[in-house]
């Protein structure tokens, strides 16, 4: 069984989202307690201890000063949950993107070299995170996404939006195919792909998809904070570089948003 403990992981944040009323954290691997290391995994579909990810999400929840964390069964999709009053699970149905008006809940989105979203509405006091791999971006579930906040209230003109760190194009080799499924999620995909190395494969800007993605959406503002999760390894979990070094499994890497009023 984890212990539990009052120190509290490190996060980082998005200027954007700092603001009275929400708070907002990309979490690190630091600061956990899996695999004898301080890992904070918080995926519950990782080869973990289940005690050990529960504290870890318990440090997330009590970092975010919320009364509860949910996510979701990610499945690389555009399906959105909506969320009108707190819910008896922890980890929720099969879908990509969670959305609230209810103060005190902290919503999670898992990641590791995914896309991680987080987007508030200040006024309709409405949020949502959203897990945005290269499937889900293909599908554009920012949109989605964009979309049920403003069935809640929101809207867009309003919405501010941050992207966490994730796999950058430097680390992101891509097959010959593989630019094709952005043909109808963003303008002039072809832009997004350079030339790699080996004949015929490209590098991918997956995070520079998102960011057009959001912006083509007439959002408030957006930024997107930086970071390689393939590269950084002190500070990230990376499912590609554990692929890369034919590792048994990765860690799940939470961000996380919360109205706190």
Known sequence: MAEQSTTLPPFL?????????????????????????????CGLGADDDPADVNENRRRVAQAMGA???????????????????????????????LVTNVPGLCLGALSADCGAVLAADPV??????AHS??????????????????????????????????????????????????????????????PATKP???????????AAQVQAEGVASFQDIGGDTYVDEDRFFSARRGFHRQEPDYGRLISCITLTD
């Open 200 to 210: 015929g494969h490209f590098m991918g800007d997956i995070a520079g998809i998102i």
């Open 124 to 129: 309709a006091g409405v949020i949502a995170s």
């Open 67 to 97: 009364a509860k964390l949910v996510s979701l069964y990610q499945v690389h999709s555009a399906d959105v949950v909506t969320l009108t009053r707190t819910p008896d699970w922890d980890r929720g149905p099969q879908a990509d993107a």
């Open 133 to 194: 791999g290269w499937k889900g971006t293909s599908l554009n579930i920012v949109r989605s996404t964009l979309d049920a906040m403003e069935r809640l209230g929101a809207r867009r003109e309003r919405i501010v939006v941050g992207l966490g760190p994730m796999i950058r194009q430097e680390s992101y080799e891509v097959g010959p195919d593989f630019p094709d499924h952005f043909a109808g999620a963003v303008d002039d995909h072809r832009r997004f792909f350079t």
């Open 13 to 41: 944040t998005a200027s954007v989202l700092g603001f009275s009323g929400v708070k907002h954290g990309y979490f690190t691997r630091k600061g956990g307690v899996s695999w004898g290391r301080e890992d904070l995994n």
